[in-house]
């Protein structure tokens, strides 16, 4: 499974970014799909995260000002984030796991809030 991250860039605090990634398998629709964020000087954390079955899970930090969704047709995950601050400086990766315990991640994409 590779996946695809896109949609970080530079942003001012208070504004919104979505991101989105693209999986290449037909296997989507069996995929659990999470957004970690590696915050600098930080390991990455989870922020969000949709199960096969839509179930969502949202992490901590960022709860609240964030959408996570999916459309198994487009074989895509998107996470919207509002009201962004200059600490959700990061990079964004996007991360999909089988049933059976497999995972993949896709490479991040970095997203850039200033004050």
């Known amino acids: 499974v590779q996946l695809q991250a896109s949609g970080g860039g530079l942003v001012e605090a208070g504004g919104s970014l979505t991101l989105s990634c693209r999986a290449n398998?037909?296997?989507?629709?069996?995929?659990?799909m999470d957004w970690y964020c590696q915050f600098p000087g930080n390991d990455r954390e989870l922020v969000a995260k949709i199960t096969d079955r839509g179930i969502i899970h949202y992490g901590d930090y960022m709860k609240g000002r964030i959408t996570i969704s999916r459309d198994d047709a487009k074989q895509s995950v998107s996470l919207q984030i509002n009201n962004l601050r200059p600490e959700d400086t990061g990079v964004f990766y996007c991360?999909?796991?089988?049933?059976?315990?497999?995972?993949?991640w896709g490479q991040g994409t970095l997203v850039t809030v200033s004050s």
């Open positions: 991360h999909a796991e089988m049933r059976g315990g497999a995972s993949f």
């Open positions: 398998t037909n296997f989507f629709r069996a995929l659990t």
